[in-house]
């Protein structure tokens, strides 16, 4: 019992073990698919009994300590492409900014919590769908997903392609307009800052399908990116909605990056499409439970209003 | 040695009142117990995860002792929810006062847990429990009508309940007679979710239909140490918060991962 942890911003009190195990499952989890792990944390820490609002800008904060040493690791790699990380990052900036607004404004409405579920819900259906679909195929062999999805990107690529001050970034090998990154980057920072997460389970198929980056500098731009952006989301978290508990942070950073090195060890001893499909599994159940509490009469039918 | 009272010319005047006084309430009802708890300072540490609180005390024999912790009065604005369109959700915006933030009703042992009632384990229509809070309670919002009010009650109390703030404790007090007086003790959970501030915790002492209340005692509940130190920095200096949460998990991030490069490079 004397382990148990007091988070004063949460007002509730937690095993340190719990919260450290949490965060090793989801670093596990994260190291195991490489993928960021906020889009699991916030949900489990709301199940737990964390109020919403703290579990998103708390895990915020965390995915600052996962990121920079990510970032740090591929800077040393030469995986960063830090042009097109820059233009991502402003519009990233902007559309964080304009997600703690919304929020801000829908907890005085006192919506911010549902907001938050039933973006949940859309996002982790939709990406859970799309990469189980997607595995699925692949593990069957089949190869006329790949050239359907392969007629798509043409599509935008005709469509971006139009768009004025085309430029060259070496780094990714591709040219663009900086309009796509900052776009891409603003609609991934309002989702972040709505959610609390880095946006990387959206951003790293936007920069494979949309920008057609290779996959080493994806990971390692994106990390740039996600590591300021969080940032700027924790910043504004902690001024406008006192909603940051720093010792909850900490605690999952320190159980989520160690958890992170052993799924990286841990995902070579299996192929690629089974991780992807377990990954697509987890995702989808995280979105039915969720779903579940949207559709079936609550046990408590008062809630407080904007109180963490 | 004089005996001044005597000399007193309304004092003769009293004697009457306080004689038939004497009669009407037996000793039991003249409030002669006495309460105490232990810890009534709480401090709210890093590893605070709630805590029991003893109370003991005496009172007359043959007396039923009830004991109340009740909290400060407040204003708290919750939503109601409701079904929109498929989706349960936030529908209206209820206000409710003049309730405690904290109400615990401890009675007597010898009762189920199951039958957890003010209505039928606490003697009825007194001036203590739910149903005293449920007179005194201001809900306003968007209310249909009274049948609203009730079920909104209902709700609060549920919600508290579930927070571990509220709770009708029937089998938590223990009576041990006594030559002259019996010796009571008992406990109650105090959980983490406490709000911060001063409590009060009330003896009232039953016989028959009458009710007679001690003199209540204080516990206090405070934040210390590094939970003071963090909620005063969040709330007070937030965007110095802000920056220095961002600093240490930029460092902590960085430490971890030179670490763990450091092993990876051994190994």
């Known amino acids: ?21 949490l965060g090793g499952l989801v670093g596990f989890l994260s190291g195991l698919f490489g993928v960021g792990g906020g889009f699991l944390m916030t949900p489990l820490l709301i199940m737990l009994g964390i109020p919403p609002t703290v579990a998103a800008a708390s895990d915020s904060n965390q995915i600052v300590a996962a990121t920079a040493s990510g970032t740090y690791a591929h800077y040393r790699l030469g995986n960063v492409d830090f042009k097109m990380g820059t233009f991502l990052l402003i ?32 996002m982790l259906g939709w990406v859970g769908t799309y990469m189980f679909l997607e595995s699925l195929q692949q593990i069957r062999g089949a190869g006329r997903g790949k050239e359907r999805l392969r007629g798509r990107e043409s599509l935008f690529i005709r469509v971006y392609k139009s768009l004025p001050w085309q430029m060259r970034f070496e780094k990714s090998g591709v040219t663009h307009s900086p309009l796509m990154p900052l776009f891409l980057g603003g609609f991934v920072g309002v989702l972040a800052g709505i959610m609390g997460l880095g946006g990387g389970f959206i951003m790293v198929p936007m920069m494979v399908y949309i920008l057609r980056m290779p996959m080493h500098v994806i990971v390692g ?9 969080c940032s700027n989301v924790t910043i504004l978290q902690a001024i406008l909605n006192h909603t940051v508990d720093l010792l909850l942070a900490i605690i999952l950073l320190l159980g989520s990056t160690v958890g992170a090195q052993a799924g990286a060890r841990v995902s070579r001893l299996l192929q690629a499409d089974q991780l992807k499909i377990l990954l697509a599994s987890i995702i989808l159940l995280v979105m039915l439970k969720m779903l579940a509490e949207l559709l079936f009469q609550p046990h408590l039918l008062l809630n407080y209003k904007g109180v963490h | 040695m004089k005996l001044g009272l005597t000399k007193e010319p309304g004092f003769s005047r009293l004697l009457p009142l306080i ?45 039923k002792v009830l004991v109340e912790i009740v909290g400060e009065d407040a204003k708290e604005i919750f939503m109601k929810k409701g079904k929109y369109g498929p989706l349960w959700m936030n529908v ?47 809900i306003s919002g968007s209310l249909v009508d009274q049948r609203e009010r009730v079920k909104l009650f209902q709700e609060f109390v549920n919600l508290k309940e579930s ?64 939970p003071a130190m ?32 450091n092993r990876n490079g051994r190994h």
Request: hydrophobic share 45%.
């Open chain 1, 91 to 122: 519009g990233g900036l902007i559309g964080g900014t304009l997600g703690v607004q919304i929020i801000k404004i829908l907890r005085n409405l006192g919506n911010a919590d549902f907001l938050i579920r039933i973006t949940y819900v859309v």
């Open chain 2, 92 to 138: 209206a915006e209820i206000r409710i006062e003049e309730v405690p933030n904290l109400y615990f009703l401890l009675g007597q042992a010898g009762k189920s847990p199951a039958t957890v009632s003010d209505e039928t384990d606490f003697p009825k229509g007194k001036n203590y429990g739910y149903g005293q809070l449920r007179q005194r309670v201001r």
């Open chain 1, 221 to 229: 731009t994106n990390l740039f990116q996600e590591v300021f952006m």
């Open chain 2, 19 to 63: 004689f038939f006084s004497l009669l009407l309430f037996p000793p039991c009802s003249r409030a002669q117990g006495r309460i105490s708890c232990f810890p009534n300072l709480i401090q709210v540490t890093t590893f605070f995860h709630g805590t029991w609180v003893k109370i003991y005390g005496t009172c007359p024999s043959g007396c």
């Open chain 2, 163 to 226: 927070e571990s703030l509220y709770g009708l404790l029937p089998n938590a007090i223990h009576i041990e007679s006594g030559s002259d007086e019996d010796f009571f003790t008992g406990r109650f959970w105090l959980s983490p979710k406490v709000p911060l501030g001063d409590y009060e915790v009330r003896l009232l002492l039953v016989t028959g239909d009458k009710i007679l209340r001690g003199d209540p005692i204080k516990i206090k509940i405070v934040r210390v140490g590094l």
């Open chain 2, 230 to 261: 963090m909620s005063l920095l969040a709330l007070q200096h937030p965007a110095l918060y802000g920056f220095l949460a961002v600093f240490v998990a930029i460092a902590t991030g960085l430490l971890i991962g030179v670490i763990f490069r």
């Open chain 1, 1 to 21: 019992m004397g382990l148990q942890l007091y988070l004063p911003i949460a007002g509730n009190s937690i095993h340190i073990l719990f919260l450290l195990g």
